[in-house]
């Protein structure tokens, strides 16, 4: 049995509070919170056990989950050291770990770099649910403590998503790649739009379709961004260099023909291996939709489109959720009746979202 700590009860804590009170594994969960209403709202409804008054409440748990900004984390890591168990686990949440673990070396504290791949333009503790981590990436550091290495495993798979181990600087680096370089290029985006633009503003009122889906991410929150950035400079500065040694070169190309042949078939190639999600070599029209991993979910969400006469050209599960897609893709045979599934679904009150 666990006793759970978590600092920071907002949309991530609370997910996290809510998929972990479920599981016969864990005897408490205590959290921390500058919100009282929060703390309150999560021990009347029984998502919590116990309320932090101060950080001394977490001298008997054995896993510490800091769900705040990556950089308050090494700084509360610290501040536990002297208060927690010798054999208790911190661990945190954050998109960015270098730094964090640059600045724990040789401080003695069990701490373990983790990463869930999930994500929500939701935030405080009122729009988190219990299913947010089902059938999720959830990426682990990993270190040379292979017991505690199991134990934080053991709960991943408690909030039913899937643990993957990575090293530090492989981590931040492909984070930088998939990740943090798209959140730069898509505020670049935007912005060099809004610089283009005239005072008339027609670039601002025929963006669409394309443009929208490519810089939807741009709407992320500024500060949390700001300290990504600051977090994970070098990889993101290295990625960001490679991506301009590309553009240049297209910018030499643009008007060869061949060249620029094989560059957009290179990328739809390597796009499309992403996912199977195509009807005769064309990508599908696809909505995700978030449901909870329970028996009879996916069946629910299938008969529903069935009984409207929708046909399901393909289905499955979403791992990495990190730009906040939902736990279930679904593939329509057309864009007619994508637009009718993502009707239907949304009036039964299920959270739908657009991805082709």
Known sequence: ?????????????????????????????????????????????????????????????????????????????????????????????????????????????????????????????????????????????????????????????????????????????????????????????????????NTDEKMKLLAAGGFKDITRIASSDPTMWENICKENENEITLVLQKYIENLTYIKDKIGSQTDMYEFFKKSKEYRDSFTIRKINGQTAPTISVSIKDENGSIAKVAMLLAQNSINIKNIGIENNRENMNGALYIVFGNYEEKDKGYEILQKNNYEVKNIK
């Open 1 to 197: 049995m666990y006793k759970i700590g978590i600092i920071g009860l907002g949309f991530m804590g609370g997910c996290i509070a809510k998929s972990l009170i479920k599981s016969n594994k864990i005897e408490e969960i205590c959290a921390f919170d500058t919100n009282n209403q929060s703390l309150q709202t999560a021990f009347n409804e029984k998502s919590i056990t116990k309320i932090a008054k101060d950080f001394t409440d977490f001298k008997n748990s054995d896993i510490i989950f800091l769900c705040t900004p990556v950089s308050l984390i090494s700084e509360l890591a610290q501040k536990l050291k002297n208060i927690i168990k010798k054999d208790c686990i911190i661990t945190d949440i954050g998109s960015t770990k270098r730094t964090i673990l640059d600045k724990l070396e040789g401080s003695n504290i069990n701490f373990i770099g983790a990463h869930p791949m999930v994500g929500s333009e939701r935030s405080g503790y009122d729009t988190s649910n219990d299913y947010l981590f089902e059938n999720a990436y959830y990426i682990l550091i990993n270190n040379d403590n292979e017991e505690n290495i199991k134990k934080m495993e053991e709960i991943i798979k408690e909030l039913k998503a899937i643990p993957v181990l990575l090293e530090t600087k492989e981590h931040d680096y492909v984070m930088a790649a998939i990740s943090h370089v798209p959140h730069v290029i898509a505020a670049a985006l935007v912005n060099l739009v809004k610089e283009l633009d």
